[in-house]
């Protein structure tokens, strides 16, 4: 079946260290997206990417850098810049043009420690 | 820029009844407007998808309706569950990046 698989599900990062969140589709999506949730806060966009080898900043883009080499590919690295990592990482897809909805992973936990 | 509100914020109902959640934006040059669930813990279940020409969408006891010229959009859901207990969230798609705008969700609780 065609979907978005992230991974790991649970991510431990220590103080200091960049940490990298695996998003990967197999549904021949041009956009890809990664987005944070935290608690009362909704869905804040992170950074897009529209085609390859391409990716704009979303709205809390700092302390973050994605990369897209590939099509079925869009990790999102979280480095030591970001002073509050802790929160819910979602990636979605979708296809290009208008009519096309959007399809979510489940999700990965980031957790400082 | 598109601002998109849920109301209520949260509800809990007892087995049976039916709901309707609500979903209002604030600028109705939209592409489409979508409906997910989300279960704790979890990502974002796609539930229907309306597209801009569109009133409405049915899947199963869901139906989702769209008002574009009063910029709001209706989630109905039918004899409801405890399985139905989530947060129902709704995105609009607007603007060339057809980014989209979500909403803070409706949290739901159907109780036995």
């Known amino acids: 079946d065609g979907g978005i698989t992230q991974s790991p599900k649970y991510l431990f990062r220590k103080e200091g260290q960049n940490v990298t969140l695996s998003c990967e589709q197999n549904?021949?999506?041009?956009?890809m997206y990664w987005y944070r949730q935290d608690p009362g806060q909704g869905l804040r966009l992170i950074y897009y990417s529209q085609i390859v080898n391409d990716f704009q900043k979303g709205d809390i883009a700092e302390g973050y850098s994605v990369s897209r080499e590939k099509k079925e590919s869009f990790p999102l690295t979280v480095t030591s810049a970001q002073k509050n990592p802790t929160a819910f990482y979602l990636c979605?897809?979708?296809?290009?043009?208008?009519?096309?909805?959007?399809?979510f992973g489940s999700g990965t936990r980031l957790t400082v420690v | 820029k598109q601002e998109v509100t849920q109301i209520p914020a949260a509800l809990s109902v007892p087995e049976g009844e039916n709901l309707v959640l609500n979903c209002s934006f604030t600028?109705?040059?939209?592409?489409?407007l979508q409906w997910f669930r989300q279960d704790p813990g979890k990502g974002l279940t796609s539930l229907l998808l309306?597209?801009?020409?569109?009133r409405e969408q049915t899947s199963g006891r869901l139906n989702a309706s769209l008002d574009k010229s009063s910029g709001r959009s209706t989630l109905y859901i039918a004899a409801s569950q405890p399985g139905d207990s989530a947060t129902y969230l709704c995105?609009?798609?607007?603007?060339?990046?057809?980014?989209?705008?979500f909403g803070r969700g409706t949290s739901l609780i159907v109780h036995p």
């Open positions: 979605a897809s979708r296809g290009q043009g208008g009519p096309y909805g959007y399809t």
């Open positions: 995105a609009v798609t607007s603007g060339g990046s057809y980014i989209p705008t």
């Open positions: 549904l021949n999506h041009d956009a």
């Open positions: 309306i597209q801009s020409s569109q």
């Open positions: 600028d109705s040059a939209i592409y489409n």
